[in-house]
C-alpha cells in the first residue's frame, strides 16, 4: 500500500518561500508514473497545483506557472514542491496524490 506523507508546511509572509515534502512509501517514486499536488483553500473546492512525471516532465496551473517547482529525491523516496513569491492567494491546504492515494494534507498560510 502506498502512503503519502506531507511536511515543511506553516506561516510565511508574502512573498516568501516554502519547501513542501511529500515522503512516499510501500512504492519507489522511480516507478510511480506521476505524482501530484493539489491544494484545496477554505470554501473552494481542491484544485490542481502541479504534476511531475516518472519521465521527470513536469505540468503546473496557471496560477503558480514561474513561481512554484518540483524536484526529487529517488534516494529519500520524495518529492519536493519548492513555492518562492508566495501570495496570499496561495493559502491552503496542500495534498500530495498519485492515483488513488492521498496523503493527509499540509497547512500553508501565507499572510503579513
Known amino acids: 500500500q502506498v502512503r503519502l506523507v506531507e511536511s515543511g508546511g506553516g506561516l510565511v509572509q508574502p512573498g516568501g518561500s516554502l519547501r513542501l515534502s511529500c515522503a512516499v512509501s510501500?512504492?519507489?517514486?522511480?516507478?510511480?508514473?506521476?505524482i501530484y499536488w493539489y491544494r484545496q483553500a477554505p470554501g473552494k473546492e481542491r484544485e490542481f497545483v502541479a504534476v511531475l512525471t516518472t519521465a521527470g516532465s513536469t505540468n503546473f496551473a496557471d496560477p503558480v506557472k514561474g513561481r512554484f517547482g518540483l524536484s526529487r529525491d529517488n534516494a529519500k523516496n520524495t518529492v519536493y514542491l519548492q513555492m518562492n513569491s508566495l501570495k496570499p492567494e496561495d493559502t491552503a491546504v496542500y495534498y500530495c496524490?498519485?492515483?488513488?492515494?492521498w496523503g493527509q494534507g499540509i497547512q500553508v498560510t501565507v499572510s503579513s
Open positions: 496524490n498519485t492515483p488513488p492515494n
Open positions: 510501500g512504492r519507489s517514486i522511480s516507478s510511480i508514473l506521476a
